[in-house]
């Protein structure tokens, strides 16, 4: 069974077995949820303000719910040692990764989709025209967000402090990706809306180079 | 009964050292299994008999020495089957699901068929919608059993398959294991004592620290071998 049809199969079982307990979606989408609304209250959200300041802590509140998700996302799978029974079945590794940032970047966008009329709401701001380039913003910062924590919730799962270890990694190697989905989205929300394809190439470039080195690299990352 | 379709492969340990940190779980460990045995390995808690497990397997690697199937050196998980001490199916599948799944990504053909086979030889046949949370330990090894049995192993591996089992579970492992051991399948199983399972045993290996110190294939010698463990 080749690499692809491996992926998807288990880019199935997770996204069956999340709708079925949707413990991980509920949880995301509550918490991101009480940070925009808690941002909301630190200032009187102006026009100007919402442009300047919103889409940092839009960001910043789905990198917090990137952090919750991607946390699980390997310890899941070590409750009965399914990890190890995944490694016997799949012929290449790299489908396991593959459904992994598959799932993490779909849950992730739906997150970010069902907050986008919250903030728009709450920070005065309308993405009305813009929404194709929203969406590939947040396509692209996700599945960054998605291909690195991936690979550092696998690194983090084998080791001690896991729970600790996963948003120390995480917050650094992020920042990039976090600057330039927080620039692209500001020019979009701007007076005169505009993309920024420097930005947008800046996210194309960070998640192949990730990607790659997941590709090369991530059956060492499995292994015990 | 339709394991072991593939003729039985052999092991073959070469000298393997397994360590974590300091300590050695594996040390220098030569050992042969012929294709079509069934040995019990025997030892005390930490011995290095989930290690030797694992490394069979392909779950871990040596530190040192090597590991051949009836001469290869290459992977051979696609014929292996493995039954570890957690069941390695996910409880928020049904018996079922969990068994499609594995079987879509090892490529078992016709896998409805063969997982319809498999759920009512482990005897989960009217429970097959039932989500795996919802199962007794026992029957949560018969789901892990079929599991392993998916692709038509021709080599198991058994981490002391009747752990939290009941006198009748037990029994009913018992049979199923001496089928399996009949048709020709390669058996390496952990036990902790002397049981019904070990007696299918036809060689037991007892490890300490790591290494072999008992190798017998005389009947009359398995209950030592167990008893020193404590069984």
């Known amino acids: 069974m080749g690499l692809l049809s ?66 699980t996302c390997f310890l899941r799978e070590q409750v009965n040692d399914t990890l190890s029974a995944l490694r016997l079945a799949v012929s290449d590794p790299f489908a396991i990764f593959l459904a992994k940032i598959g799932a993490n970047t779909l849950f992730l966008l739906l997150t ?65 990706i976090l600057v330039a989905s927080t620039e692209v989205t500001i020019s979009l ?18 998640d192949v180079v990730f990607l790659t080195a997941l590709w090369l690299f991530g059956e060492y990352l499995l292994e015990e | ?40 390995l025997a030892g005390r808690n930490g011995s290095g008999k989930t290690t030797l497990l694992r490394i069979a397997s392909c779950l871990t690697r040596p530190t040192r ?32 699901e969990n068994l499609l799944f594995f079987a879509k990504l090892l490529g078992v053909a016709n896998r409805r068929q063969r997982v319809e086979q498999l759920l009512s030889e482990v005897g989960l046949g009217e429970r097959k919608d039932s989500l795996v949370r919802t199962f007794s330990r026992g029957m949560r ?38 089928k399996l051991r009949d048709s020709g399948c390669t058996i390496l199983m952990s036990l902790h004592g002397e049981s019904e399972v070990a007696r299918l045993a036809t060689r037991a290996v007892r490890l300490d620290a790591g290494s072999v110190v008992a190798d017998t294939r005389s009947g009359a010698t398995f209950q030592s071998i167990f008893s020193f463990v404590g069984g």
């Open chain 1, 6 to 71: 491996n992926a998807a199969a288990l880019l199935g079982k997770e996204v069956r077995t999340e709708f079925r307990s949707r413990e991980l979606l509920s949880t995301t989408i509550v918490f991101v949820l009480i940070v925009v609304v808690l941002f909301s209250f630190t200032f009187d959200p102006t026009t100007n303000e919402s442009h300047r300041f919103g889409p940092g802590l839009l960001w910043l509140a789905f990198l917090f719910a990137a952090s919750l998700m991607l946390q």
């Open chain 1, 112 to 176: 970010e989709l069902l907050m986008l009329p919250v903030f728009a709401a709450l920070f005065n701001v309308s993405f009305r025209g813009q929404l194709p380039g929203i969406l590939l913003t947040f396509f692209l910062g996700s599945l960054g967000i998605s291909v690195a924590g991936t690979a550092l919730a696998a690194i983090s799962a084998q080791a001690r402090m896991r729970e600790l270890l996963l948003p120390l990694l995480l917050l650094p190697l992020l920042a990039p």
């Open chain 1, 189 to 206: 929300m701007a007076p005169e809306p505009f993309m920024q394809w420097k930005g947008i190439g800046f996210l194309v470039v960070f």
């Open chain 2, 1 to 40: 009964m339709s394991a072991a379709a593939e003729p039985s492969i052999g092991l073959r340990f070469e000298k393997v050292d397994k360590r974590y940190g300091a300590v050695y779980a594996l040390r220098n460990l030569t050992l042969a299994i012929a294709p079509g045995e069934c040995v019990a």
């Open chain 2, 65 to 96: 020495g090597t590991l051949s199937y009836s001469g290869v050196t290459e992977n051979q998980n696609s014929k292996t089957g493995f039954v570890a001490h957690a069941t390695m199916v996910y409880d928020e599948l049904t018996a079922e």
């Open chain 2, 141 to 178: 090894q018969r789901v892990a059993i079929a599991r392993a049995l998916l692709a038509n192993p021709s080599l198991l591996l058994f981490d002391e398959p009747a752990t939290g089992l009941d006198p009748e579970a037990t029994a009913w492992l018992t049979g199923y294991l001496r």
